[in-house]
């Protein structure tokens, strides 16, 4: 996933949140158990082309793919694949060539882009390979940021639990710039999982972390993705971040095999 995408996905959550002015009451504090709720994926022959000078690139082919709810799912294949465009389709940053995307009882292909919008602040939480937090604001900023969006009012305190559930109370107020690689990217997990996200979508997750930082990691996101019961698809080519899935697919040449 690139930068571009990320900002998108935050101003885009931040321009409907703001002109739907909701408050989104049903967030509850992290602490809380069990307010997590997970969500099935369903994609039925997704395809997806690009038109480019040299030709239409065809990045995925009639893929298709059920996880139940709470599952947790690593997706491996050679780069290239289309393992990155794929999370794009479930995120809905991308919107398929053909094909269907259920995600819940949501048909993405049936919502707009401001319903889209609601929907990824409320429901999808996303950890990106290289961390893309918002180099201008502190930890504790780019945590809060989800939850200011969505309007809440304990944005702050809720924010302040997550990076203490990740160990990272000592780095509060420290911009990205000041923080360690696996720092940045325990920030970018808080972030992901503040607003209980019923879909957590993670893009090589480990793959710009040394082995033992990477090892810390994972301990901690499988740790909260355990209390925390959301349905978790994890792109990988870390072999110990898809032993510890409960399933696994593999990808090669834009198309879906099992594992
Ligand atoms: N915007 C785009 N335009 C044209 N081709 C693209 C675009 N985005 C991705 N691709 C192509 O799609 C294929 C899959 O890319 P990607 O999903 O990033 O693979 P992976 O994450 O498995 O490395 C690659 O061949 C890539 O060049
Ligand atoms: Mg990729």
Known sequence: ????????????????????????SYILLFKKKGAFVSTSVQISD???????????????????????PGDTLAITGPSG????????????????????????????GEMDANALADWRSEHLGIIFQS??????????GNVSLPLEIAGQSDAREQALSM????????R????????????????????????????LLGDEPTGNLDHATGEKVLSLLFDLHKE?????VLVTHDERVAERCQHRVRMDGGRLYEA
């Open 131 to 140: 961390f893309h937090l918002l180099p201008g604001l502190t930890a504790l």
């Open 163 to 170: 990076l203490e559930a990740v160990g990272l109370t000592h």
């Open 1 to 24: 996933m690139t930068l571009n995408h990320c900002q998108s996905f935050f101003s885009f959550c931040a321009a409907a949140r703001y002109r739907h002015n909701r408050r989104a």
């Open 81 to 108: 694949s289309g393992k990155t465009s794929l999370l794009l389709l479930l995120s809905g940053l991308q919107r398929p060539t053909s094909g269907e995307i259920l995600v819940g009882n949501q048909r993405l």
């Open 228 to 232: 925390s019961k959301s349905t978790l």
């Open 46 to 68: 997704i395809n997806l082309t690009y038109p480019t000078e040299s030709g239409t690139v065809a990045v995925l082919n009639n893929a298709s793919l059920t996880i139940p």
């Open 172 to 199: 509060l107020q420290h911009y990205p710039g000041q923080l360690s690689g696996g720092e940045q990217q325990r920030v970018a997990i808080a972030r992901a999982l503040v607003h209980q996200p019923s879909l």
